[in-house]
């Protein structure tokens, strides 16, 4: 099992920045990729940024230039970065993790942190 622990989230106004952490912990030999997912009322959970072990990244359309996803394999913690915020950014950003690829599926995830950006 692993065990995934979002924190980070927040208010914040139109233009301004974030950062989100996920602290990660368990059977972490079998995670291969890690992904920040967002899903806002209405709305089905989106893939915002995934990376891989071995360094594949995937950006949404609607965060490239914006957003960077990083990890630290060290400290077992996972980052999005995220600048120029827009009120469309406003979600409960989750935090996965999967053996897969960057692509996934996803088999762990975290309870989420919300982001909200006002206008």
């Known amino acids: 099992q692993v065990q995934l622990v979002e924190s980070g989230g927040g208010l914040v106004q139109v233009g301004g920045s974030l950062g989100l952490s996920c602290a990660a912990s368990?059977?972490?030999?079998?995670?291969?990729?890690m992904a920040w997912y967002r899903q806002s009322p209405g709305k089905e959970r989106e893939l915002v940024a995934s990376?891989?072990?071995?360094?594949?990244?995937y950006y949404a359309d609607s965060v490239k230039g914006r957003f960077t996803i990083s990890r630290d394999n060290a400290k077992n913690t996972m980052y999005l970065q995220m600048n120029s915020l827009e009120p469309e950014d406003t979600a409960m950003y989750y935090c996965a993790a999967g053996v897969g690829s960057y692509a996934g599926p996803y088999n762990y995830w975290g309870q989420g942190t919300q982001v909200t950006v006002a206008s």
């Open positions: 368990g059977s972490l030999f079998s995670v291969n990729a």
């Open positions: 990376l891989s072990r071995g360094g594949s990244l």
